[in-house]
Each structure stands twice: as C-alpha cells, then as structure tokens.
C-alpha cells in the first residue's frame, strides 16, 4: 500500500570485487542481510565483474552540458541507482595500493554527477557505506578508503560509515569473522525503516 511505500528506504550496493566469495561481498552481504529483516526496504546490488558492458571516463565534458555521463552502458545505470538511493553501500578490495579496476571504473564515471560549477548532482540525505578490504596491513586499507571518502564528500556524501578489513595475507576469511559479521549486519539494521 502508499504508506509502506512512502517509508521504502532503496539501498543500493555496488561490489567491485572479482571474488565472489571474497572479503568485501561477505561484508556486504551481511550489511544487506541485516538491512532486510522485516522492512520494505528494497535493496538493489550492483556486482562490477558481471557487467558486460562497461566504459571508463572519456573526459568529454559532455556530463557537464547534459547533466548527465552521456555514455549508454550499465554504469550508467548504477550512477541512476546511486542517485536516487536513500542508502548506498560502496565496495573494494585493494590492488597495488589503490581501488579495485573495476571500481576505479566506476569513480571516474562519478564525475558526471559534478555539475559544471563544482557543485554536486546527488539529492542531499543518502548515507554511505564504504568497505575496504586488503591482504596487507589493514591501515592500507584505511588509506584507500580515506582517499575514496573524501571523493564521496565531494560528491554529497556527508554521512559516511567506514568498515575495513585485511585477511592478513589470505590467512583469515571475512565471512568466518563474527564480531566483523555481527557488527555489519548490525549497521545494516540502522538502514530498516519498520
């Protein structure tokens, strides 16, 4: 009925990892597992490494006189999703000290949801989730996810939470961690609108 869907929280998470199984979509997992429960949030997930059809920036400029990135893949869609979301749950594994590729993907297309005048496209209100995994230290990790939080204020993103992870060399499993698991789906509940 119109009031279950006037209280609709849409959460939109996007896993840029390879590894199906791997540290970050755990995470994720249990932050969307603890954000369903009995609610009528509508949770959509984005995996990066199924998308068939996929662009990096060009640096046309042409966002800037259209509003909008004018390429026509499936990120384009995502950057619609991350838009209109009331919640948006972003995820990376470390490579070579940075984001993943396929996130690095999706960030530069992010400059299409800057206006021409450095101001930002995104509805103010959303919150974010930003998970950061790695093999190394884990202040690599907390690095990464620094320099993508600051992106993130740029583009709106006032009300962050940043959950970061290292399996110390392939030796630990995010998804075996129970404190880490308890303590993401608890912060997915903060998502749940019943």
């Known amino acids: 009925d119109k009031k279950n ?9 996007v896993v840029s990892s390879p590894r199906t199984k791997g540290n970050s979509n755990s995470i994720v997992d249990a932050i969307t597992d603890g954000a369903m429960g009995l609610s009528t949030n509508i949770i959509k997930l984005h995996r990066l490494d199924r998308i068939r ?16 990135c004018v390429q ?16 948006v749950i972003l995820a990376t594994p ?12 999706l960030l530069d297309r992010m400059f299409s949801l800057i206006s021409p ?12 989730t930003l998970v950061v995994t ?7 990790a907390q690095s990464v996810a620094n320099k993508i ?21 392939g030796s630990h499993n995010a998804a075996a961690e129970g404190e880490l698991m308890d303590m993401a789906k608890e912060h997915g509940r903060t998502f749940r609108n019943t």
């Not at 005048?117 to 974010?128: A, N």
């Open 149 to 169: 939080s600051s992106i993130m204020k740029t583009l709106g993103f006032k009300d962050q939470k940043i959950i970061t992870y290292s399996d110390r060399g």
């Open 53 to 68: 059809s996929l662009h990096g920036c060009k640096g046309c400029m042409n966002c800037k006189v259209k509003g909008q």
């Open 72 to 87: 026509d893949d499936e990120i384009t869609d995502i950057l619609e999703d991350v838009k209109s979301a009331d919640h």
């Open 134 to 140: 790695c093999g190394g230290p884990e202040d690599v």
């Open 5 to 13: 869907r006037d209280n609709m929280s849409k959460i939109v998470a």
């Open 94 to 105: 470390v490579y070579f000290d940075g984001a993943s590729s396929q996130f690095k993907t």
């Open 117 to 128: 005048d450095g101001s930002t496209l995104i509805p103010e209100g959303k919150t974010l």
